[in-house]
């Protein structure tokens, strides 16, 4: 009887020892704690040279002209503000013997309020010139990011990536990079877009008296 209960032992134990190998070496079946049913490796990453979408995307051409000409437009109109007061300032100081004292000091205020006002038209130039860019800075992140949720979906990418010398992606290796089919698809997307007439309002008549 004893050897029966030694023996009974030995196949405990041994069942016990097995149980304890297989829970630690069997795979896991349900992608683990954090219920993910696909390894690292099964992620697909994409990238996207923002240099060369800055480069070849049209949308960004037109953008880039249209705040060229904005700022040459500005350029202009301060220069003529800035040459006027000049010439102004330059007759001040060549009549200012023929004037009086009380002159002087009027004409001085009425110059330098001028100075002034050009200072505060060149800030306000300043300004409109960066909300300019920044709508079409805030654009370009709109019409890219939406592309890409669609673009991603059908080729089953996880994220995409931007590469330049500002990111933090140090190196990508060339299989990775979908610029040129991203460009190629965002400049099809502005052609459709840019061909729409533009939305026009009719402006309010106002020959029209009240009753």
Do not use: C
């Not at 704690?33 to 992620?43: H, I, Y």
């Not at 979408?53 to 049209?58: A, G, I, R």
């Not at 200072?119 to 300019?132: P, Y």
């Not at 010398?165 to 991203?182: C, F, T």
Request: glycine share 6%.
């Amino acid at each position: 009887m004893k050897n029966a209960s030694l023996i009974l032992n030995v196949v405990l134990l041994v069942a016990v020892v097995v149980l304890f190998i297989l829970h630690f070496t069997q795979k896991p079946s349900g992608g683990g704690a954090s219920g993910m049913n696909f390894t690292p490796s099964d992620v697909k990453v994409a990238y996207v040279n923002y240099d060369t979408l800055l480069k070849y995307y049209d949308f960004v051409k037109i953008g880039r002209d249209k705040l060229d000409a904005q700022a040459k437009s500005y350029d202009a109109q301060l220069l003529a503000r800035q040459t006027s007061l000049q010439r102004e300032v330059q007759a001040y100081q060549q009549g200012a013997n023929n004037l009086t004292r009380g002159q002087a000091i009027a004409l001085e205020e009425d110059l330098q309020k001028k100075g002034q006002n050009l200072q505060l038209f060149q800030q306000s130039l300043s300004q409109q010139l960066e909300e300019e860019r920044s709508k079409v800075v805030e654009q370009l992140h709109t019409k890219l990011t939406d592309y890409l949720k669609t673009y991603s979906k059908e080729r089953g990418i996880a994220a995409v990536l931007k590469f330049d010398r500002e990111s933090d992606v140090l190196y990508a290796g060339d299989s990775l990079d979908i610029s040129k089919d991203v460009i190629k698809g965002l400049n099809d997307a502005w052609k459709i877009e840019s061909a729409k007439p533009a939305a026009t309002t009719k402006p309010a008549d106002t020959t029209k008296t009240k009753k």
